[in-house]
């Protein structure tokens, strides 16, 4: 059926919410409105300081050559009928913390996040980006009800990247010839895959000695906290924004690229009832599946000792919540 000449003509645009308007959350948006993926609602509790931060952005629409409307507010329901919500808010680290430090302050806010974004857009796919991740994913989870193809959480993407950072840096290559995956915690347990990272193809292993490898697996392991120990006021979020960026895009697009993030686990990997990264193909029904990787003896394990330290801080989550 056609309308009429005069009747107005609705465009549903995609929207993208996040959730927290720090630097994380603040470049995210940049990224998100500068790729053209979607319109974009940032939300903060601060009074003003969302709503400057969406202006300052659609001023350089015109130089950044994009059309994305870029809202700022303080209010849930200006986030209604978005395709995906970002949460990114909450307390960051500070040098000699470690990311479990924030158990406690950070599951208030993203259950509440959680519970207020899904009440306007329950349609949405959910990301989690805020600190102790693996546990906030959980408990963003539990908080919403969604099933887990909905809702997932930021690292491994970031993890990898760094990884692939370093290894690039080591060899002297284009940083674009390095693919590496990185599974497990986002933290001092997570799994990088040595075997499974690859320059143009070859593997590593051909091309750097084990002492050099197990170097810039640490490196990578404490990537986050090497930037908090050098700024002193705040971590990462150039690369973690990024990281989310792609997440976003492959979900908007239906790229369906496989990529590592933090999911539910329901049997693969022999681990039940906990959230942990492993590959996981990201189209526009969000997770369309989970790898199973064929891993060695001493990755399993390793994995698995990701694996119950993420339960263990989600068990404690708990306890202080009660």
């Given at each position: 059926m056609s309308s009429s000449p005069n009747s107005p003509i609705v465009c549903n645009l995609p929207?993208?919410?996040?959730?927290?308007?720090?630097?994380v959350g603040s470049t995210l948006a940049q990224r998100v409105a500068e790729k053209n993926l979607a319109d974009v609602v940032l939300l903060d509790i601060i009074a003003g300081m969302p709503q400057g931060l969406a202006l300052d952005l659609m001023e350089a629409r015109g130089i950044e050559i994009?059309?994305?409307?870029i809202i700022g507010t303080n209010n849930y329901a200006d986030t209604a009928g978005s395709q995906i919500v970002v949460i990114t808010a909450g307390l960051p680290r500070k040098p000699g913390m470690s990311r479990d430090d924030l158990l406690k302050t950070n599951a208030k806010i993203v259950v509440e996040a959680a519970k207020n974004a899904i009440a306007h857009s329950p349609n949405a796919i959910f990301i989690v980006v805020t600190n102790p991740l693996d546990v906030m994913t959980y408990l963003a989870w539990q908080a919403t009800g969604l099933p887990r193809d909905r809702i997932m959480g930021m690292a491994g993407v970031l993890d990898s990247a760094r990884f692939e950072t370093f290894i690039a840096l080591e060899l002297g290559v284009l940083p674009a010839d390095v693919k590496a995956m990185v599974l497990g915690s986002h933290g001092d347990l997570m799994v990088p895959l040595s075997r499974y990272a690859t320059v143009n193809g070859i593997p590593i292993t051909e091309l750097l000695d084990a002492a050099t490898i197990e170097r810039l697996v640490e490196?990578?392991?404490?990537?986050?906290a090497e930037i908090v120990e050098l700024m002193q006021t705040g971590g990462a979020f150039f690369a973690p924004a990024s990281a989310t960026s792609v997440m976003v895009e492959s979900i908007l697009l239906n790229q369906s690229r496989l990529l590592p993030v933090a999911t539910y686990l329901q049997g693969e990997y022999g681990l039940e009832d906990v959230v942990i990264g492993v590959p996981c193909r990201l189209g526009c029904g969000g997770i369309e599946s989970v790898l199973e990787l064929t891993l060695s003896d001493e990755e399993r394990e390793a994995l698995y000792t990701s694996a119950e330290s993420v339960r263990q801080n989600i068990q404690r989550s708990q306890e202080i919540n009660n």
């Open positions: 929207r993208v919410t996040i959730v927290g308007a720090g630097r994009h059309n994305r409307q490196r990578t392991r404490n990537g986050g």
